[in-house]
């Protein structure tokens, strides 16, 4: 089993959609978490990181469920612009970032 | 600033060749890692150093090794390529304190033939 597992996708949405991606992780131990963006087999880039109460930027919000071990990522009112792969990672105890296998998103006009 | 730099960006290479690829970065983080992206894994965590001196295995590290002389340079090497080595390697490094992101390089493209 994978340490961090994302649905593949692909999620096709309309302009305007609200879309929900979920991450589960199998280190209990994990202390911090994050979402990435990556375009097009770029660099992935820093999203937003996950706090235990939750957090939300602009419109996206995350949330992290330690009991449960998994947390997510919610999109509002999506743009096209949003149409990319979203990356869900841990970083487990002794500093290793470890990745999920991303999510992609294309958001259709 | 120029933050991570990887050198080469693409690379052929013939099975059996050796190669290192160059990763640096100027922001003195700690923490610098390599991975590697095929279609559908995501990026899968090759090798870590959490500092000068100090590497780690991460989930894929056969075939790869590393280094950490300095703090700034973290290049990886592949002894004797495989075709299965073909993939896109990325370098990435943080400050390494809880909750730091990481900065990643763009990418260097190999191709094993």
């Known amino acids: 089993r994978k340490e961090v597992e994302q649905d593949p996708g692909p999620f096709n949405v309309p302009e305007g959609a609200t879309v929900a991606f979920n991450c589960t992780y199998s280190?209990?131990?994990?202390?911090?978490f994050f979402w990435y963006r990556q375009d097009c087999r770029k660099e992935p880039k820093l999203l937003m990181s996950?706090?235990?109460s939750g957090n939300e930027d602009g419109r996206f919000t995350a949330q992290l469920n330690r009991a449960s071990q998994y947390i997510s990522l919610l999109i509002r009112d999506s743009k096209l612009s949003d149409s990319a792969t979203y990356l869900c990672?841990?970083?487990?105890?002794?500093?290793?970032?470890?990745f999920g296998q991303g999510t992609e998103l294309s958001v259709k006009p | 600033n120029a933050g991570v730099t990887q050198t080469p960006k693409f690379q052929v290479l013939k099975t059996g060749q050796s190669m290192t690829l160059q990763c640096a970065q100027d922001m003195n983080h700690e923490y610098m890692s390599w991975y590697r992206q095929d279609p559908g894994m995501g990026l899968r965590l090759i090798h870590y150093s959490v500092g000068a001196g100090i590497t780690d295995q991460g989930e894929v590290p056969n075939g790869y090794n590393v280094s950490r002389s300095t703090t700034e340079d973290f290049p990886l090497r592949l002894l004797s390529a495989a075709p299965s080595q073909t993939s896109v390697y990325f370098c990435?490094?943080?400050?390494?304190?809880?909750?730091?992101?990481?900065?990643f390089g763009n990418g260097t493209r190999l191709t094993v033939t």
């Open positions: 990435a490094s943080s400050p390494g304190y809880q909750n730091s992101p990481l900065h």
């Open positions: 996950v706090y235990s």
């Open positions: 280190n209990s131990a994990s202390q911090s």
């Open positions: 990672v841990v970083n487990n105890q002794g500093g290793k970032l470890i």
